[in-house]
């Protein structure tokens, strides 16, 4: 059974800083892409940043509204991805989403977790 938990939101002033992390489970980690993406209450689901498998040297794409706020890793020893997250501002306030995604295009989804950012 295939799970990712998220973890590490709550509720942050603006310019604070939170870090996410998302663990895998029932996966071989290394081989998915990986990916973050958030929903703020009203809208769609959208891409925050992604990391590619092991396989496929980890490559990193961010959206242009977290470039050089935001940072994705992975630790593939512990089935982990992380979102180190400075600067916050009031409009990244969201529910944000942990993502896997195959070679196969095969997608899991984690349950999400809430970021508040405070003015």
């Known amino acids: 059974q295939v799970q990712l938990v998220e973890s590490g939101g709550g509720l942050v002033q603006s310019g604070g800083s939170l870090r996410l992390s998302c663990a895998a489970s029932g996966i071989i980690f290394s081989h998915y892409d990986m990916g973050w993406y958030r929903q703020a209450p009203g809208k769609q689901r959208e891409f925050v940043a992604t990391?590619?498998?092991?396989?496929?040297?980890?490559?990193?794409n961010y959206a242009d509204s977290v470039k050089g706020r935001f940072t994705i890793s992975r630790d593939n020893a512990k089935n982990t991805m992380y979102l180190e997250m400075n600067s916050l501002k009031p409009e990244d306030t969201a529910v944000y989403y942990c993502n896997a995604q195959s070679s196969l295009r095969t997608v899991y989804w984690g349950q999400g977790t809430q970021v508040t950012v405070s003015a």
């Open positions: 990391i590619t498998s092991a396989t496929t040297g980890h490559i990193i």
